[in-house]
């Protein structure tokens, strides 16, 4: 028998008394979460500082096991909840953990109008190309031809670029990276953490079960070879460049890191030029 | 800068607005909407005057998320919309009354269903202020019926979120939000203030839904070190989901409870001629005046009318409706829909007096002289 | 009881809200009588037929509206159509004689060319304080010291003083009618 370690090195910053927790064999969340603490520590930033919103999923649940003030709130509302968490108490840093159709099809006019505004904001999407925790419906990355339980036939309809997105409508930092590359993703988010205005991460992620039993990869092993022989590591890509085909290369790094002025920033000069008038 | 002392002449919305300044709100997030806009323009103006932020967001959907999110970082948040945005804000109402969240929603009430008349006065949202978000819990609404009533009903709504720790609904209209009229507005000091109790324990002790005595927990806010959670989930006392029955129904008893225990604190009604009354009239916001009015009309001619108004329409005031009903004829009703309150007041008449709705679709008011008539008519 | 019951009709764009909005300040504010504003208008922002509406009493103001009113001051054809035949028997009606050509009728009306003085002094806009300056005169409904100040309170920074002027001459035209009228 394995002996299991007495303690988990970052059991400081999980709600041990939740574990296990619900995310099935071969899922990526666990070490995305696992990503996001390490990041959260080699950033420096007081965890008594951070809060973590998350909507409603699979990825949802994160906010459920990580210790930091955490909420849980309602599906593709995660983004508001975080922005008022955050203009109300500026001293936070305000991270938002959701999936692919929580952020941007539900919550996707939130997200295109935080990255617009330049909310200081960080959000890690994990994107698993489908809704897992309903059993594997149609979503707003699912690729063209991929089967769900909403698409029988093979999905006809196109779907988003997460980077591009999130680009195109003003984030100051665009990353894309999958659970195989830890260590990356670990110092993405690190970065993102960092970060001053809407920082994204999107962390691509195994959905065996559903996603994967319906598009011939049943087993988080053949997932992370996928990741492994059908990634591209292409810094600073064009996020225009970066779709994601059924099965097909993935191009991650980091695409956009650039300096735009918050919304804060914005707020406090127009107010502050008001006064001097 | 200052909050406003003295008499002005105002609206309705702009003194919701100031109301919500002197009861110490300092995050407005909101959409634009007829007949609400003014809230949210003299809160974009006023804000940054007192130290307090304004954001417009993209839908209602996210202002009331915004609200919620302000509050639990320790802030007084307020948003207003109308009849299409209150639809929207029923998803995160439902949130914060899960989450226990402090903050106040004033919906400025126009003639719907849907678009329907974006200008003009109704009173059709009273149903879906009680029972807009799905589940079973417990509100508390006020209807004020005047700008005055808008600025001091406003104060109350911080005041009553703040003790019970739920999102308070502040149910104006049209009418109300568009009249000017003299506002008194107290110097600060003058005013009473309530602020949500905070935890005394230390974090490690802290269990964020153990409620008090009063069925109301203390509540942290975000960036203390508490390293709390909340779910949107039924949960129990740690605020961790537990999906059982047994916690469902711990949890929303107590939702419930917290309302019903402390009704009397909650509840608040204003009335007139009731000693002697036979005919007793049960209005709310706008409805209330004009109903004081007609029974005044209905007093002159003989008629031992008495005016029942509804400061709060939820909880609704069941033992008072109860104790009436068994020494009077009959209660009229007016309302500007066709027939919401006056089911709750049938209902807790119980057949021991008549309940006469006089329902009115919307886009005006009653005409006194037809709540005169109905009260004539129930007096016979 | 007494209970003043003033309406204000024109157009958007005319300052008819203001100018409501100035009376009843006026007379809440400044008379410390019980006053309740109201207004009503089309969805368009401007052009469209509006009106103030303005209760004062001495008592608590329970219905909020106008049912008959005792003054009405119109600014266009159009209101002084859709208004005119809510007025009391005994009621004072006030009119831009240049906007309105009234119809054969019995009753006393009192005329002024609100519009064309505004444009003498130099701003159209101000057509709505000539009004008030004439109906002040006339109705003698709010104190001239109490709306002056409203006025003075209502009206952009920096155009109190052409506001003013504005008020003065309708005033004054308002004193030469009644005088005319052998009223006092």
């Given amino acids: 028998m394995i002996q299991a370690m007495e303690r988990h090195p970052m059991d400081a910053y999980l709600r041990t008394d939740r574990l296990p927790h619900i995310w099935c064999p071969g899922c990526g969340l666990g070490t995305i979460v696992h990503c996001f603490l390490i990041g959260l520590l080699k950033s420096g930033l007081n965890p008594d500082k951070v809060a973590v919103v998350s909507g409603i999923g699979c990825t949802g649940r994160a906010a459920g096991y990580i210790k930091l003030d955490s909420f849980h709130t309602t599906h593709g509302r995660a983004i508001p909840f975080a922005t008022g968490l955050k203009l109300a108490n500026p001293d936070l840093k305000v991270v938002v953990i959701s999936g692919d159709g929580d952020i941007v099809s539900i919550g996707g006019n939130h997200f295109i109008h935080a990255a617009r505004r330049n909310i200081d904001l960080t959000v890690l999407c994990v994107n698993n190309f489908n809704y897992g925790m309903t059993g594997g419906q149609l979503g707003p990355t699912t690729p063209l031809t991929a089967r769900t339980t909403t698409s029988p036939y093979g999905n006809y309809e196109q779907p988003f670029n997460i980077p591009y997105l999130a680009a195109a409508s003003g984030a100051v930092y665009v990353a894309r990276w999958t659970a195989y590359h830890v260590t990356r993703l670990q110092k993405a988010i690190t970065e993102a953490l960092l970060k001053k205005g809407f920082s994204l991460v999107e962390a691509i992620s195994p959905c065996p079960t559903v996603y994967g039993r319906l598009n011939r990869m049943p087993t988080g092993l053949e997932h992370m070879k996928y990741y492994k022989d059908n990634s591209l590591i292409k810094e600073g890509a064009d996020p225009r460049e970066v779709d994601i085909k059924l099965n097909g290369q993935i191009v991650c790094g980091k695409f956009v890191d650039i300096e735009r002025p918050t919304f804060t920033d914005l707020r406090n000069e127009t107010l502050r030029q008001h006064k001097d008038k | 800068m200052r909050q406003l002392a003295g008499e002005f002449f105002m609206n309705g919305d ?236 711990k949890l929303i008893r107590r939702l419930v409870g917290k309302i019903e225990q402390n009704q009397d604190d909650i509840i608040e009604i204003e009335s007139d001629w009731l000693d002697d009354a036979e005919v007793v009239v049960c209005a709310y916001g706008i409805s209330a005046r004009i109903a004081k009015f007609a029974v005044e009309r209905a007093r002159e001619e003989g008629i031992k009318a008495g005016m029942l108004k509804l400061v709060t329409v939820w909880p609704f005031p069941e033992q008072t409706i109860r104790q009436l009903a068994k020494k009077i004829k009959a209660f009229v009703v007016p309302e500007i829909n066709c027939g919401q309150i006056s089911l709750e007041v049938e209902r807790c008449a119980g057949g021991a007096a008549a309940t006469v709705l006089v329902p009115h679709m919307g886009g005006g008011v009653h005409r006194p002289e037809t709540i005169v008539e109905a009260i004539r008519k129930a007096a016979r | 009881m007494s209970r003043e019951e003033i309406v204000i009709g024109g157009f958007g764009g005319q300052g008819i809200i203001l100018a409501g909005y100035i009376v009843g300040k006026a007379a809440a504010i400044y008379d410390k009588k019980n006053v309740t504003f109201t207004q009503d208008y089309g969805p368009e922002a401007r052009g469209g037929a509006c009106r103030a509406q303005v209760v004062i009493s001495d008592s608590q103001v329970s219905y909020p509206y106008v049912e008959t009113p005792s003054v009405l001051a119109v600014m266009s054809q159009e209101a002084y159509t859709k208004y005119t035949p809510a007025l009391r028997p005994d009621g004072c009606l006030l009119i831009d004689e240049e906007l309105v050509k009234p119809d054969k009728t019995a009753r006393e009306i009192f005329a002024i060319p609100a519009t064309r003085i505004a444009q003498e002094l130099g701003r159209a806009a101000v057509a709505n304080i000539v009004m008030l300056g004439f109906l002040t005169a006339v109705t003698k409904i709010v104190s001239t010291e109490a709306i002056k100040k409203s006025v003075l309170d209502s009206v952009p920074k920096g155009t109190g003083e052409l506001n003013m002027k504005a008020f003065e001459r309708g005033y004054a035209c308002g004193l030469e009618k009644l005088k005319a009228a052998g009223k006092k």
């Avoid at chain 2, 909407?33 to 417009?56: D, H």
């Avoid at chain 2, 974006?118 to 508390?140: E, F, K, N």
């Fill in chain 2, 14 to 249: 702009i003194a919701c607005a100031e109301g919500a300044i002197s009861a110490g709100c300092r995050f407005f997030a909101g959409y634009p909407i007829t007949p609400a806009t003014e809230i949210a323009e003299r809160m974009a103006e006023r804000l940054p005057e007192v130290g307090g932020l304004f954001i417009q967001m993209e839908d209602e959907l996210a202002s009331m998320n915004a609200i919620l999110g302000a509050s639990w970082g320790g802030v007084k948040s307020m948003t207003a919309t109308s009849g299409p945005g209150f639809s929207l804000m029923m998803e995160n109402f439902g949130l914060g009354i899960m989450l226990e969240t402090p903050c106040v929603l004033a919906n400025v009430q126009r003639a719907g269903p849907s678009t329907g008349l974006p200008t003009l006065v109704a009173q059709g949202d009273m149903m879906q202020a009680r029972w807009g978000a799905h589940g079973c819990y417990s509100v508390i609404a006020l209807s004020p019926g005047s700008p005055q009533e808008m600025y001091d009903y406003t104060i109350k709504a911080f005041n009553l979120s703040e003790k019970y720790r739920l999102p308070v609904l502040l149910m104006a209209d049209a009418a109300v939000g568009h009249m000017s009229e003299k506002v008194v507005i107290p110097p600060p000091d003058d005013i009473k203030l309530f602020s949500r109790r905070k935890p005394t324990v230390p974090p490690e002790k802290y269990l964020p839904y153990q409620p008090g005595a009063d069925l109301v927990p203390p509540m942290a806010i975000a960036g203390e070190g508490y390293r709390f959670h909340v779910t949107g989930l039924t949960h129990d006392e740690r605020g961790y989901p537990v999906m059982t029955a047994e916690a469902q129904d």
